[in-house]
C-alpha cells in the first residue's frame, strides 16, 4: 500500500499559489490581446475585398489547423532568432496564445454576425447608414449578446490550454507542480492536487458559464456556437 | 532539414500510432460513456458523469504528466510515454465524445423510440437498428472534429518524450541549431495534412445539413 | 436622352435586372409625380418586390437610370459597344437613402433598442443630430402612428401591427421624399393589418409620394391614384384605379384579379 503523504504539498503551498496566479495572468494577457485581435480578423474575413478577407482567413485557418504545442515552440525557439529579440517564456506564451484565441474568436464573431438576419442590415442601409455604421450600430450590438456563451467556453479552453507553457519552462501552475514533483519526491501527491486545483477552478468557471446560458435563453436570446 | 527523412518519419509514424489509439479508444470509451449519461440508471448515469466533468475540465497535458509521474508510484508497473500520453489523450477525448454520443441519441424525437417499440422491438434492438445510425449521421461532424482535435494532441505526447513529429522536431533543432526550419516545417506537415480533413468536416456538415 | 422634367419625382428609364443568369426585370420605364400614390400588384416572382428595392438601391440595377429630382444616379460610362455601364459609389446611394424611405415586410425593427431609440436611430446615426433634436422628433412621428405610450419598449413586446407602425415613424423621422413599401401588411394577421393600413391612407390623405407592393386590392383601389401591374418583370397593364382594377384590359390583369377578387370595391 502507497504511503501518501501531503505534506510537502502544504509546505510549499506558496510556490503552487504562485503558479496559479501565473496561469491566471497568462490567460488573462492572452484574452485581452486575442479578443480585439479576433474581432479584427473576423471583420477581415467578412470583407468584400478579397485582399483583406484572403490573408486573414489564411491565417485564422492556420492557426486554428496547427496544433498549439507546435505554435508555442515556433514562437519560443524560431521568432527570436528572426527578429533578433529576447523572448522570455512570458512573451513568447503571450504572443502564441494571443494569436491562437484570436483565431478561434474570429470564428466565435464571424458566427455570431452572420447569424444576424439580413433584415436588420437592410434595414439600417435602408435608414442611409453606411456599412461600417451598420456593423457598429446594429448587428454587432446584437452579436455580441448572443456569442458571450462561446465566447466563455472558448476562455475556459484557454485556460487549459495554458499548460503547454510548462515545456517552455514559464513558471505556470505545471510547472510549478513539476518542479515540486522532483524536488520532493512526490510526484503522486503533487500532480494529483494540481490536477484537482485545475479543476476546481475549471469546473467553477464552467458552471457560470452554464448558468450565463440558461438565464440568455430564458429571455430568449438564441446562442451560437 | 531533408538531410534526416527517417527522422521525420519516425515521427510521423509516431503520431499515427498514438492518433489511432487514441481515436479508438476514446470513441469506444465515448460511446459507452455516452450511454451511460444517456441511462436512467443511477449506476451508470452517476460514474459516467464524474468521469465526463472531471476529465473534461482537467488539461490533457496534467492528465498526462499523472499518468507518466504519478501513477507509476501506484502501479507496479512500468508506464512508458506512449502509455501516458494514450491514456491521457484517450481519456480526454472519451469525455468529449461521451457528451457527443449522448446529445446525438438524445436529439432523435421521441417517434423514433415508438415507432421501433411499435414493431415489436427490445429497447438493446431499438437503440443498435433505428436510433445509433441515425444519431451517428448527427454526430459525425462533432465527432470528425473531435478526431482532428486528437491528432493535434499527439504533440502533447512530446512533453514525455514520446517519439512522434513534434519531439523529432525538438531533436532536430537541437542539432542542427536551425528552429525556425525544423519548427516551420513541422507546423507546415500538420497543416498540410489537417487543412484538407478540416475543410472535408466544412463540406460533411454541409452535406448533412441538406438532407436533413 | 430623356428629357429632365423638373416635376418628376423619380424617374425610371430601361430598368433591368439580373440575379445570376436570371434576368426578374425586363425592362422598366416609370414617372413619379410629387403626390402621386402608386400600388403596384403581380404575383410572387413577378418582380415587384426588386422593382422597389431598386429605387432605393438595395438591388444594384443591372441595366437602365433611375433619376431622382432630375438628378441621374451613378456615373454612367458608354461602352465600346454602344451600351451604358452604370456605377454606383456607396456615399451617393447613402444621400439617395436618405430621400427615400423603405417599410419592410419584415418590419426589421433594432430588437436591442427601444421603439424610441429606433426612431431616433436614423436622425442620430446617418444625419448626426443631437440627441434632444432627434428625441423631439421622433416622439412627434411615434404620435403621429399613434404610438407615443409605447416609446420606451422594446420590439420584443410589441404586436406586429404595433412594430410595423414604428417601422414607419422610423422611415417618416428621416422627411423622405420618397416612401416605399414593401409588402407592410403581408407578414400580419388580420386583425392587425387595419391599424397599419389606416396610418397609410393617412399618409396618403397629407399628400406624401408613395410607392406600395402590396396584395391588399380593395386598400390600393382606394389609396392609390395610379395602379401599376408587374408581370414577367415588366409593366404588364398601368392607370387609374377604376381602369386597372375594375375595368383591366389584358387577360393576364383580369386573371390576376379573378385570383384575388374576395373584395368588393
Redesign the interface.
Known amino acids: 500500500m502507497?504511503n501518501w503523504d501531503f505534506a510537502p504539498i502544504f509546505a510549499n503551498s506558496d510556490v503552487l499559489g504562485m503558479g496559479l496566479l501565473n496561469t491566471l495572468k497568462l490567460t488573462g494577457t492572452a484574452l485581452t490581446f486575442g479578443v480585439p485581435l479576433g474581432l479584427s480578423l473576423a471583420l477581415l474575413r467578412l470583407s468584400r475585398w478579397r485582399l483583406l478577407s484572403m490573408p486573414a482567413g489564411l491565417l485564422v485557418?492556420?492557426f486554428?489547423?496547427?496544433?498549439?504545442?507546435?505554435?508555442l515552440?515556433?514562437f519560443f525557439?524560431?521568432l527570436p532568432?528572426?527578429v533578433q529579440v529576447e523572448m522570455t517564456p512570458f512573451v513568447a506564451a503571450a504572443i502564441t496564445f494571443s494569436i491562437q484565441s484570436a483565431a478561434f474568436f474570429a470564428e466565435v464573431f464571424r458566427a455570431g454576425i452572420v447569424s444576424i438576419e439580413r433584415?436588420?442590415s437592410?434595414?439600417?442601409?435602408?435608414?442611409?447608414?453606411?456599412?461600417q455604421?451598420a456593423m457598429r450600430?446594429?448587428i454587432l450590438?446584437?452579436a455580441v449578446?448572443r456569442m458571450i456563451p462561446a465566447f466563455m467556453e472558448r476562455s475556459i479552453e484557454l485556460m487549459?490550454?495554458t499548460?503547454?507553457v510548462?515545456?517552455v519552462s514559464y513558471a505556470d501552475l505545471?510547472f510549478q507542480?513539476?518542479e515540486l514533483?522532483q524536488k520532493t519526491f512526490r510526484?503522486?501527491e503533487?500532480?494529483?492536487v494540481?490536477?484537482l486545483i485545475?479543476?476546481t477552478v475549471?469546473?467553477a468557471a464552467?458552471l457560470i458559464v452554464h448558468r450565463l446560458e440558461r438565464r440568455l435563453a430564458v429571455s430568449?436570446e438564441t446562442t451560437v456556437h | 532539414m531533408w538531410a534526416y527523412p527517417e527522422a521525420l518519419l519516425a515521427g510521423a509514424a509516431g503520431t499515427l500510432r498514438i492518433f489511432v489509439i487514441c481515436l479508438v479508444v476514446g470513441l469506444a470509451l465515448g460511446l459507452l460513456v455516452g450511454l451511460g449519461r444517456y441511462s436512467k440508471l443511477r449506476l451508470a448515469y452517476i460514474p459516467a458523469s464524474i468521469f465526463v466533468?472531471?476529465f473534461r475540465?482537467?488539461?490533457?497535458?496534467?492528465?498526462i504528466?499523472?499518468f507518466y509521474?504519478?501513477?507509476p508510484?501506484?502501479m507496479p508497473f512500468e508506464i512508458s510515454p506512449l502509455m501516458a500520453a494514450s491514456l491521457g489523450i484517450s481519456l480526454n477525448s472519451a469525455a468529449f465524445s461521451g457528451e457527443i454520443f449522448r446529445a446525438g441519441i438524445q436529439s432523435l424525437e421521441s417517434g423514433q423510440w415508438e415507432g421501433a417499440r411499435a414493431l415489436g422491438m427490445s429497447q438493446a434492438q431499438a437503440m443498435r437498428r433505428v436510433i445509433l445510425p441515425q444519431a451517428i449521421k448527427r454526430m459525425l461532424p462533432a465527432l470528425t472534429n473531435r478526431a482532428i482535435e486528437i491528432f493535434?494532441?499527439?504533440?502533447?505526447a512530446?512533453?514525455v518524450a514520446y517519439v512522434e513529429l513534434?519531439q523529432q522536431?525538438?531533436l532536430i533543432?537541437s542539432i542542427h541549431y536551425n528552429?525556425?526550419e525544423?519548427?516551420?516545417c513541422?507546423?507546415l506537415l500538420?497543416?498540410i495534412f489537417?487543412?484538407p480533413l478540416?475543410q472535408s468536416t466544412y463540406f460533411l456538415e454541409r452535406k448533412l445539413r441538406q438532407s436533413d | 436622352m430623356s428629357t429632365q422634367d423638373p416635376k418628376d419625382l423619380l424617374r425610371v428609364s430601361g430598368l433591368r435586372k439580373h440575379f445570376g443568369n436570371q434576368e426578374i426585370l425586363k425592362g422598366i420605364d416609370l414617372t413619379v409625380n410629387p403626390g402621386d400614390r402608386i400600388a403596384i400588384l403581380g404575383v410572387s416572382g413577378s418582380g415587384k418586390s426588386t422593382l422597389l428595392r431598386c429605387l432605393?438601391f438595395?438591388e444594384t440595377p443591372t441595366q437602365g437610370q433611375i433619376q431622382l429630382s432630375g438628378q441621374v444616379i451613378g456615373s454612367e460610362r458608354t461602352l465600346r459597344d454602344g451600351s451604358v455601364q452604370t456605377t454606383y459609389s456607396?456615399r451617393e446611394l447613402?444621400?439617395v437613402?436618405?430621400r427615400v424611405?423603405?417599410v419592410?415586410q419584415?418590419f426589421?425593427?433594432?430588437?436591442?433598442m427601444t421603439a424610441l431609440s429606433n426612431v431616433m436611430?436614423?436622425l442620430r446615426?446617418?444625419?448626426g443630430m443631437a440627441r434632444d433634436a432627434a428625441q423631439t422628433k421622433a416622439l412627434e412621428q411615434l404620435a403621429r402612428v399613434g404610438l407615443l405610450d409605447k416609446a420606451n419598449d422594446y420590439p420584443?413586446r410589441l404586436s406586429g401591427g404595433q412594430k410595423q407602425r414604428i417601422?414607419i415613424a422610423?422611415?417618416l423621422a428621416?422627411e423622405p421624399e420618397l416612401l416605399l413599401f414593401d409588402e407592410p401588411t403581408s407578414a400580419l394577421d388580420p386583425e392587425l393589418v387595419v391599424e397599419v393600413l389606416r396610418v397609410i391612407r393617412k399618409l396618403a390623405e397629407e399628400g406624401r409620394t408613395m410607392l406600395l407592393v402590396t396584395h391588399e386590392i380593395g386598400f390600393a383601389y382606394h389609396f392609390a391614384n395610379r395602379v401599376l401591374f408587374i408581370e414577367d418583370g415588366v409593366i404588364h397593364e398601368s392607370g387609374t384605379p377604376d381602369e386597372v382594377l375594375k375595368n383591366p384590359r389584358q387577360t393576364r390583369t383580369q386573371a390576376f384579379l379573378a385570383r384575388h377578387n374576395e373584395f368588393k370595391f
Open positions: 502507497y485557418e492556420f486554428r489547423t496547427t496544433p498549439p504545442l507546435v505554435q515552440f515556433w525557439f524560431a532568432i528572426l433584415g436588420q437592410e434595414a439600417a442601409l435602408a435608414l442611409g447608414m453606411s456599412g455604421q450600430r446594429v450590438p446584437q449578446k487549459k490550454t499548460t503547454l510548462a515545456t505545471l507542480a513539476n514533483a510526484p503522486l503533487v500532480f494529483t494540481t490536477a485545475y479543476f475549471i469546473y464552467s430568449g | 466533468e472531471f475540465n482537467t488539461p490533457v497535458l496534467v492528465q504528466l499523472w509521474f504519478a501513477m508510484m501506484l493535434k494532441m499527439s504533440t502533447l512530446s512533453a513534434l522536431g525538438k533543432a528552429p525556425i525544423a519548427y516551420t513541422i507546423a500538420f497543416f489537417l487543412y478540416v | 432605393n438595395m456607396e447613402i444621400r437613402r436618405q424611405g423603405m419592410f419584415q426589421n425593427l433594432f430588437p436591442h436611430e436614423g446615426t446617418v444625419k420584443a417601422a422610423r422611415a428621416m
